[in-house]
């Protein structure tokens, strides 16, 4: 029984790739970087907070700041300032400092590769070392934001909240090679068409598939990023 469900997951899985992906065929990350440690800082920020905030707070932030040295060097109280429309500042901050002062000391200015040394910095959880690593680096990865779990869940691909259950649940079903690419492409689907409080179900390109059409959205909001 459970083998014949993860068989059936595995086909919608299927059909929901191959109409996202002819929805959205070009898709990138929505954060807006140069350097690879300004994908790691802005992901950091995107945490209770919409990208499009945090790519009008960045350019400020970087152009201040403009590599792993000077943050590692900076005054906590000075990044407070230029990321303070983001939310949760003053945590942040001292993430991002304390972040860029192990990279600096312990790997050598460099961004780790893996999600196990990734996790390991202040601040920085599963969702944004898969971000990275799939990102910077080409290598599988599930990036499970709140678009990703709650499409997931609606999509019957996923039937959890937690970030973690989500991923699992997803790499059982996802081929390694397009898990980026899928979450990548259900973020831009959450945000243009499945929208958390009115999804518009009539104009979905995943409607035949989705055994939760025409129904309201449950909250799925994470905290951990």
């Known amino acids: ?25 070009d898709v990138k990350c929505a954060l807006i970087y140069e350097k690879p440690h300004e994908l790691l800082i802005a992901t950091r920020l995107s945490a209770q907070c919409t990208d499009k905030r945090v790519n009008m707070v960045t350019p400020a932030l970087f152009e201040r700041f403009p590599d792993i040295d000077s943050f590692a060097e900076a005054d906590v109280s000075e990044v407070e300032e230029y990321i303070r429309t983001c939310g949760l500042f ?40 898969n971000l990275v690593v799939g990102d910077l680096y080409g290598k599988p990865a599930m990036v499970c ?15 959890s909240t937690d970030a973690g259950t989500v991923e699992k649940q997803l790499r059982e079903i996802i081929p390694p090679e397009e898990g980026l690419n899928f979450c990548h492409r259900l973020v831009h689907h959450g945000r243009a ?33």
């Open 1 to 25: 029984m459970a083998e014949r469900k993860l068989t059936a997951k595995k086909k919608r899985a299927a059909e929901v790739i191959g109409l996202l992906r002819g929805e959205y065929p």
């Open 90 to 129: 003053k945590t942040k901050a001292q993430d991002i400092v304390g972040m860029c002062r192990m990279l600096r000391d312990e790997y050598g200015g460099k961004i780790p590769d893996s999600i196990e040394e990734l996790t390991k910095l202040p601040g920085v959880g599963r969702k944004t070392a």
């Open 145 to 159: 934001d709140t678009h990703v779990i709650r499409l997931s869940n609606r999509l019957g691909l996923a039937d």
């Open 193 to 225: 068409v499945c929208d958390a409080r009115a999804p518009k179900c009539e104009v979905c390109v995943l409607r035949n598939v989705c055994p939760s059409k025409d129904k309201p959205a449950k909250s799925t909001r994470t905290k951990k990023k």
